[in-house]
């Protein structure tokens, strides 16, 4: 045999080893033209789908917000001036018993709505078995797009201890594939460490592996454990970040937010109402093109959009499909058309 003879045939026998790879890959063009789903949420800016920790110490009131959350999604109604996107909630109380929670409910006065929240009291682990009860509950009740742990720990086998990090980052893997699989938010209570820490996410029970595995973390802190005034930290990975100042109300048996970032609300609020007003003034409640013919149009009405790019416009529009469908009843699409992305308005109201 010869070399050139030897290097055809290793060259050959690379090619398929190569074919036998594993590795499902996409380049950059096709990814970039990819319509792909926007990022949808339960509660509006603040909370999207995916899996989230809620973490506090004990007694601090993380209870609480958490079922506060899960009634604004069952009634449709708004946390903090955020909108909730109406749904089906799976609340797993498993520090529960049905006095204590027909009590607590009924001090947050939520009646309307209620029909769409199913209380657990009881699960097996991880390790025994809640993956596949949460997963087959889910597909008997397609409409829950929340999913409360109340609290992580009483679902955490015994397996995941043996290597802290290694456990904690397989076990939120196991919550973050079915939050995907469903397309819906999992927010899981757990506890906060005692000591000094950098930041507030640091404080999160467990390993780096914890925080570092789900889609977001949010951390009510106190200064002091009897105080009615708290922080909330909020540290998603597909959305910017937030910090509330929050107090409790003892009548209501509600967080309250102390101060509120008008500027940010307002300019969502007004983003949105631009499209809708459009659509609405359109023959037949319809419109089609591109995004930058889109911009061109609603920045000679609408001044807050003077600074926005194209590129920004077309994202916020994206991130906006949920809220503009569900609240304002207005159908948005988009394709590739000629090389260019088009964008398809109609307005069908809200059922």
């Not at 109604?77 to 799976?90: F, K, M, N, P, T």
Request: proline share 1%; glycine share 6%; hydrophobic share 40%.
């Amino acid at each position: 045999m010869n070399e050139l003879t030897a290097n055809m045939k290793t060259e050959e026998a690379i090619k398929e080893k190569i074919k036998e790879s594993r590795f499902e890959s996409i380049n950059g063009k096709d990814l970039m033209e990819m319509d792909l789903p926007p990022l949808h949420y339960t509660i509006s800016t603040i909370l999207p789908h995916g899996f989230f920790i809620l973490a506090g110490g004990a007694k601090v009131g993380k209870s609480w917000l958490a079922e506060q959350i899960s009634y604004a999604v069952a009634s449709g109604g708004q946390i903090w001036g955020y909108q909730a996107i109406q749904s089906e909630v799976l609340y797993l109380g498993l520090e529960d018993t049905v006095t204590r929670l027909q009590s607590r409910f009924e001090m947050l006065e939520a009646y309307e709505g209620m029909e769409n929240i199913h209380f657990v009291l009881k699960a097996n682990s991880i390790t025994s078995g809640v993956e596949e009860d949460i997963r087959d509950y889910l597909t008997l009740h397609p409409n829950i797009k929340l999913v409360v742990i109340d609290t992580l720990q009483h679902i955490r086998g015994n397996e995941f201890v043996k290597n802290i990090y290694a456990g904690d980052v397989e076990f939120t893997n196991i919550l973050r594939q079915i939050s995907m699989e469903f397309d819906l938010t999992i927010l899981a209570l757990t506890h906060t460490n005692k000591g000094k820490h950098d930041d507030d996410i640091s404080k999160i029970s467990g390993s780096e592996g914890m925080a570092g595995g789900t889609d977001g973390n949010w951390v009510l802190t106190k200064s002091k454990r009897t105080d009615t005034r708290a922080n909330l930290t909020i540290s998603n990975r597909d959305t910017e970040a937030f910090e509330f100042a929050l107090e409790f109300d003892k009548e209501s048996c509600r967080w309250n937010k102390l101060t509120r970032d008008e500027s940010v609300v307002n300019e969502k609020e007004r983003f949105l109402h631009a499209i809708v007003n459009f659509i609405k003034a359109e023959e037949a409640h319809h419109w089609e093109g591109t995004a930058t013919e889109l911009l061109t149009i609603l920045q000679a009405r609408e001044p807050i959009l003077v600074s926005y790019s194209a590129a920004v416009f077309s994202k916020s529009l994206k991130a906006a499909q949920d809220s503009l469908r569900e609240i304002y009843g207005v159908s948005y699409v988009s394709a590739f058309h000629n090389k260019k992305k088009w964008i398809t308005l109609d307005y069908i109201e809200v059922k």
